[in-house]
């Protein structure tokens, strides 16, 4: 039982915002879908037929992208798919609390999301199922809403599909992931109107056989997940935005929120921010409702400069040998799938011409090798690819066993990341999407006909059968105590800056048993948040935060000259990214020392 503390400094920043450019145009009704062709046109839709060069021979729609798809367009867009009669059967939009509209509680249960025509749901909507909210300058929280667009053949018993998990740009300032996996949305929601039902998802030089759309739609259920409004919406021009944001609203990396096995970074904390607990509660909700499993998660990201535009990266753990192997054969398909969707643009070359398209590659560069060309995709390990390493990151979630145990991957896709930011280049943003729909794709063909295989040793086989060792269930934590309740929030707090450059905050975090008057307090856990007031959720991005404790021996950490023990500290991975806010959350704070006398507490806030 959570008690959360929310603290602000009252600091002035100011921000240099660029002026408004027009937003992407998205159809709204039959009138503007006529026009467009598409509800969200491709960036470079219609260069076939005004001769345009390079031209995607993949891109859909008549009038071309001029922008990212805005936040509230997508929402509009999302609307208008879904009262449409002839697409109704095939798509079921949920906002995770419940409502439409920023968690503003306006009567829209999530059942009746306009259009929505399921009559029923898998999960149950909470009202703190919302983002954490863009600070703002009087230091309030713009919440948005979490939504999920569940994709199927409605007409078609769900019982034997195959369930497939999508998270688009959880890095808010990596557009590649909502670029390509919303047209791909679209496509399978418009397949029998567009007349592309009946073609394969894939060509048969990608994989022999692939199963067509509509074969597609009647035998899996995807569930299109957008888990960072936050940092879309920070970006977003048309309500006055100038720099996506990689954090959400409390200035925390979501992809390294996940539970996860193994070694993890102290100032992560597995499900402290609200669009993690929000996802993976639907997730589990999905699962305990239907009784089924996934069958496989993609979480698809963004990088700067590379040597390739997609790299498909295999999670991490331990595998069985089937498990392994459709991993492997999906990665496979994607690498050609990728290609074939790609080779239409300049800088992409053949997966067989030389590194860097003849010229070197510029070593060593922070953001990634720069090439006169690049190849279309590969893939491999996480180290492998990118270089490095991470725990409690979404991907490796969807395919963990203490998350959905499906069989999942991350994706990265090449300029798109600060290298880019709202600055929108067609021909890269077509790559964006053209590269995701071909791994999407491919990754549906590979579920509905998945590798299979034996592993043969050479010679005589001979086992020694061993009994399974197991032990009783053992609680390592225990819940909180019978009658107690978790401490109220201590919200509001302001302070100025003081003469040495830090502002400190301190708070008490109590614990009483219960007695005749009423229950005891007792937290299992606490966040601290700091905010700046700042315009459109930009802050200088480099102030830290450290939670202290003094006389807390249960708690392990760094010690200073006065005895602090700073127990955690916000995670920043680069000053660049300019978040709004800082974070950091502590696992059962110790409130009493063994005399009994009140632990001391307090929040450090260091930097503009």
Excluded at 550 to 561: A, I, P
Aim: glycine share 10%; proline share 7%.
């Amino acid at each position: 039982m959570p008690v959360r503390v929310v603290v602000a400094t009252v600091v002035a920043v100011f921000f240099v915002l660029c002026s408004a450019a027009s937003a992407t145009p998205v159809a709204t009704s039959n009138e503007t879908y006529h026009v467009m062709g598409r509800v969200f046109p491709d960036p470079l839709a219609g260069c076939q037929q005004v001769g345009r060069e390079p031209c995607s021979p993949n891109a859909e729609g008549n009038l071309p992208a001029s922008q990212f798809i805005q936040y509230q367009e997508f929402i509009d867009g999302l609307k208008y798919m879904n009262q449409r009669n002839a697409w109704q059967r095939y798509i079921e939009v949920w906002p995770l609390d419940g409502y439409l509209g920023d968690g503003s509680g306006s009567g829209l249960g999530t059942d009746k999301f306009p259009g929505n025509n399921l009559g029923r749901l898998e999960f149950t909507p909470r009202k703190e199922y919302q983002s954490a909210g863009l600070a703002t300058t009087t230091l309030d929280r713009k919440h948005s809403d979490l939504m999920v667009v569940r994709v199927t053949d409605e007409s078609v018993n769900d019982k034997n599909k195959k369930r497939y998990a999508l998270s688009l740009s959880i890095h808010g300032i990596e557009r590649a992931g909502v670029e390509g996996g919303t047209r791909a949305m679209e496509d399978l929601v418009t397949a029998r109107t567009v007349g592309i039902a009946n073609k394969p998802v894939v060509p048969g030089d990608v994989k022999p056989g692939a199963k067509t759309f509509a074969e597609v739609l009647k035998s899996t259920i995807i569930y299109f997940t957008y888990p960072n409004p936050d940092g879309w919406r920070r970006g977003s021009v048309t309500e006055g935005g100038a720099f996506f944001q990689r954090y959400n609203g409390n200035g925390m990396d979501i992809n390294r929120d996940w539970p996860d096995i193994g070694f993890s970074f102290r100032p992560y904390s597995g499900l402290s921010e609200p669009e993690s607990r929000a996802l993976s509660s639907f997730f589990g909700d999905v699962k305990e409702s239907t009784g089924r499993q996934f069958t496989a998660g993609d979480d698809l990201h963004g990088q700067p400069f590379a040597d390739a535009l997609s790299y498909t990266l295999l999670p991490h753990g331990k595998h069985d040998y089937a498990k392994d192997l459709r991993i492997r054969e999906t990665a496979k398909t994607i690498h050609r799938a990728s290609e074939k969707a790609l080779l239409w643009s300049p800088i992409v070359q053949p997966n067989d011409a030389p590194h860097g398209g003849g010229v070197p590659c510029v070593p060593d560069v922070a953001v990634g090798p720069q090439c006169a060309q690049i190849y279309g995709q590969t893939w491999g390990t996480v180290y492998d690819t990118i270089n490095y390493t991470t725990t409690g990151a979404l991907g490796d979630w969807f395919d963990s066993s203490i998350g959905l145990g499906a069989d999942g991957i991350d994706n990265e896709m090449s300029f798109s990341h600060l290298d880019k930011n709202i600055v929108f280049d067609p021909h890269t943003e077509q790559l964006h999407v053209d590269g995701n729909k071909a791994l999407i794709y491919a990754h549906l063909a590979e579920m509905l006909a998945p590798a299979t295989g034996t592993f043969s040793a050479p010679g005589r086989k001979g086992y020694v059968p061993n009994r399974r060792l197991s032990r009783p269930t053992k609680a390592v934590q225990t819940g909180p105590p019978p009658n107690t309740v978790a401490q109220d929030d201590i919200s509001g707090r302001q302070a100025t800056v003081g003469t040495d450059g830090n502002i400190v905050f301190p708070f008490v975090v109590r614990r009483t048993n219960p007695s005749a008057s009423g229950p005891g307090i007792y937290n299992g856990g606490m966040r601290v948040d700091v905010t700046t007031q700042n315009v459109g959720g930009i802050a200088s991005g480099m102030a830290t935060l450290k939670v202290q404790c003094r006389g807390c021996d249960q708690h392990v950490g760094v010690v200073d000259d006065g005895e602090w023990v700073t127990v955690q500290e916000d995670f920043n991975q680069s000053f660049l990214y300019a978040q709004a806010g800082v974070t950091a959350a502590v696992n059962r704070p110790q409130a009493l020392k063994v005399d009994g006398s009140p632990v001391e507490w307090r929040a450090v806030v260091n930097g503009p």
